[in-house]
Structure formats: C-alpha cells, structure tokens
C-alpha cells in the first residue's frame, strides 16, 4: 500500500470523528505491543508509520478514537 492510499484509508475511517487520541499498534515478536497516539491533524505522520512498521511488524490501526492518548504500552 502506499503512503497516499494509507492516508485516504485513514481519512475516511476517522474523517467525521471528533478530536481525540488515535493509535497505532506494532508487536515484536513476543513482546506487548508498542503504540503511537495522534491527532486527526496527523493522519499522514500516522500513515507513513503504520507502512513503517508494517514492513517489518504486525502492525494494527486501533479504529476507537480516545478522548485523550493512553500510555505507549496500551
């Protein structure tokens, strides 16, 4: 997938969702997954660092907006 099909994807899944915190997951091997938070402002720096890790670790969208960031390791 490319970068400007990863960032429309993520446009239209969070286009009409309110301001909150909106994650990324990666899991090495064993360990407890590894996530990112952004803002709506942010889709492209998130979709350049889903295709990131992607490449390298499964990698998850986490679809549910939070109202405010988690810590890394949730």
């Not at 350049?48 to 810590?71: E, M, Q, S």
Request: no cysteine; charged share 25%; aromatic share 12%.
């Amino acid at each position: 997938m490319s970068e400007n099909n990863a960032e429309r994807f993520l446009r239209a899944l969070y286009e009409n969702s309110g301001d909150g915190g909106l994650s990324i997951s990666y899991r090495k091997s064993r360990g407890a997954p590894i996530t990112k938070w952004f803002t709506k402002d942010q889709l492209g720096e998130m979709a350049a660092y889903a295709l990131k890790y992607g490449k390298k670790y499964n990698t998850y969208v986490n679809i549910n907006p939070r109202t405010k960031a988690l810590d890394a390791n949730l």
